[in-house]
């Protein structure tokens, strides 16, 4: 088989990647000439584990190639994915998807009979439709067929999450249907691999496959916001919200997975995705108000952890030195959208506090987005060095490890405010420290 996937960003290279993994012939488009450059030089332009080896090995075997030629790689392709971008549009909160449909135009123009054009980026319910209209207008003799496959590998273990998902989903336009038959035997045989293994693959209609995405990560945003606002009752009635957590997460109707607080959700989708839905919802007329209320306690939450850590500074943080242990939403991974960090130092820094940060990957990525006075560290204890407060935003392992008597030593005062609580508090105040975490007293 022989695909071509326009769009060599996070969920296009991955995904271009891992269906070379699974012997498919993959052409990926791609229009920045840096990140071309960069791709066919076999340099991958994002951190993950494991996609630079995939990389390697495909585009050695011949299975996976880069290029800017839209039409080359259309050309004899069985289906097109679309994994372009869909930023926030300015204003209203939802996708913008201009490069959704000039994808679409320049798709129309190329492909041969037969294809199928399938959507592979986040997008707005509704667009696999439109996709279909605007090829239909564009060329009005080509059959296709159209399908929306959505993504839902997570950055950090995106490699596993493609190999091997909880699930795959499928919209065609009509699901067992005979236009949507090709489509259907086109995506079974690229996912043929994942049969074996015994993954559900669930073909539903277009609209639905769009919407599922959505429903699943808002559902995940709500859950990490419900634990945060549990952790936070937890703490003024002594409660351990890693007990409740489980407690609650026993219960398969819940499940303990995205139970696990912190200082608010970042990332490239669970707050774009949530408004985009909240705005999908409204223009729909069936307002999501718990998505809406969500999306609010979390902006919220991470102002509130900057005012966490000015009080547990003693109200002041003028003058003080803090040190900050990572800087990316989330662990493994070198992307700082939506970082808790960023309004979090922004606060800090704006109320005269020196910021001395570290993060493992992601310090490049943070410079453009922190207040300029920032000094980065070569390491952990480095950043930890003369400081009044230490904070913990990111839980990379390697700060687990750090142990206790080797930050008191480079510290200069004893406080920490630990995010994540990736340590115990018990080894904590024993080593000294006025050590606060999230839910647990
Ligand atoms: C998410 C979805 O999980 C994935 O299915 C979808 O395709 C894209 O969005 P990702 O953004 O990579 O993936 O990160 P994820 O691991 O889901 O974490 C999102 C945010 O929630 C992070 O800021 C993380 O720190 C936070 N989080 C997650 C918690 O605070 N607690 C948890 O228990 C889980």
């Known amino acids: 088989m022989r695909i071509a996937m326009i769009g060599g960003g996070y969920v296009g290279l991955v995904s271009g990647a891992c269906f070379a993994e699974f012997g498919t012939e993959v052409a990926v488009v791609e229009t920045d000439p840096a990140k071309l450059a960069a791709l066919q030089a076999g340099d991958i332009p994002i951190y993950e584990p494991g996609l630079e080896a995939i990389v390697r090995t495909n585009t050695a075997a011949g299975r996976l190639t880069f290029g800017a030629d839209l039409a080359a790689a259309v050309r004899g392709a069985q289906a097109v994915f679309i994994a372009v971008g869909t930023p926030t549009r300015r204003g209203d909160g939802h996708a913008d998807l201009t490069y959704v449909y000039e994808a679409a135009r320049q798709i129309a123009g190329v492909a041969e009979d037969g294809v199928v054009i399938v959507t592979k980026s986040t997008v707005p319910v509704g667009t696999g439709r439109e996709v279909a209209r605007i090829v239909r207008e564009c060329r009005p003799a080509l059959q296709f067929s159209m399908a929306s496959n959505p993504e839902f590998l997570r950055e950090g273990s995106a ?35 994942l049969y074996l293994i015994e993954t559900p693959i669930v073909f539903t209609g277009l609209e639905t496959a769009e919407l599922t ?32 957590a489980r407690g609650m997460g026993l219960d398969q109707r819940i499940g303990r997975r995205f139970l696990h607080p912190g200082p608010g959700y970042g990332g490239s989708c669970f707050p774009k995705d949530t408004r985009a839905l909240t705005a999908i919802a409204a223009d729909a007329g069936a307002p999501t108000r718990l998505i809406e209320t969500t999306i609010a306690i979390n902006e919220q939450r991470k102002l509130a952890m900057a005012e966490r850590i000015v009080a547990l500074a003693g109200g002041d943080v003028a003058g003080l030195r803090i040190g900050v242990l990572g800087l990316t939403f989330k662990p493994d991974t070198d992307d700082m959208r939506e970082a808790s960090s960023i309004p979090i130092i922004r606060a800090l820094a704006a109320q005269g506090a020196e910021i001395r940060a570290y993060d493992p990957e992601g310090m490049a990525q943070a410079k453009p987005l922190l207040p300029e006075q920032v000094q980065y560290c070569a390491g952990a204890l480095e950043a930890a060095e003369g400081c ?31 995010l994540r609580n990736i340590w115990d508090p018990n080894a904590m105040r024993d080593a000294g420290f006025t050590y606060s975490s999230i839910g647990r007293s």
């Not at 935003?393 to 206790?404: H, M």
């Open 388 to 418: 009044d407060v230490l904070v913990v935003l990111t839980e990379w392992n390697q700060f687990r490890a750090l142990p206790p008597d080797r930050l008191a030593d480079a510290m200069r005062g004893r406080t920490v405010a630990d």
């Open 213 to 244: 995405k959505y429903a699943a990560n808002a559902f995940l945003a709500m859950k990490v916001t419900f634990i945060n606002e549990m952790a936070d009752l937890c703490e003024r009635v002594g409660a351990n919200v890693h007990d409740v």
């Open 159 to 193: 490699i596993g999450d493609f190999l091997r998902p909880d699930r795959v989903i499928i919209g065609v336009e009509a699901p067992g249907e005979p236009q949507s038959l090709a489509a259907e035997q086109v995506m079974r045989a690229l996912y043929r691999p």
